[in-house]
């Protein structure tokens, strides 16, 4: 199911937990990512991270400055810039090196994450080599063995 234009143009709307920074995205995502590698394990605390996709200039940050942090991957030696709220470290999604122009922004921290639906935009799943036995995977999304850009 494609939303309508109208849907689309408004976008969606979230935060950090504590307030102080805001986002904004106009028009649809190109897809969500949810990786199950081990440092996205560690950066989320859970079994993946799921991250909406957009093109950089469909999302706008309101209120105070990002933090940044700057992972090198030992795998493939390519940068992943991770920001974050640098008064209550809510996770703002992140910018790679290997697809310039894309930024993406995790699924929970949206006012209202309900539009995301695996039967209305294109989900991944990435690195599920990495997969821990007791997360689920969906028959209703792709699967990859690595990043689907390996």
């Known amino acids: 199911m494609t939303p309508s234009k109208q849907e689309a143009s408004i976008g969606n709307s979230g935060g950090c937990f504590c307030g102080a920074i805001r986002f904004e995205t106009l028009g649809e995502p190109l897809r969500v990512t949810i990786c ?59 910018t790679l090196e290997a697809a310039p122009g894309i930024r993406t922004v995790p699924a929970g921290i949206f006012d209202d994450p309900d539009w995301i639906k695996a039967d209305r935009y294109a989900f991944r799943h990435v690195y599920v080599r990495s997969r821990r036995d007791w997360s689920d995977l969906s028959s209703d999304v792709e699967v990859f063995e690595e990043h689907f850009r390996a």
């Open 36 to 94: 199950h590698c081990k440092w996205c394990q560690k950066r989320t605390g859970t079994a993946f991270g799921t991250e909406v996709v957009y093109n950089e200039d469909q999302i706008s940050f309101l209120g105070e400055p990002t933090a940044r942090y700057r992972h090198v991957s030992d795998e493939s030696g390519r940068w992943l810039d991770v920001e974050f709220c640098g008064q209550c470290g809510t996770n703002l999604g992140f």
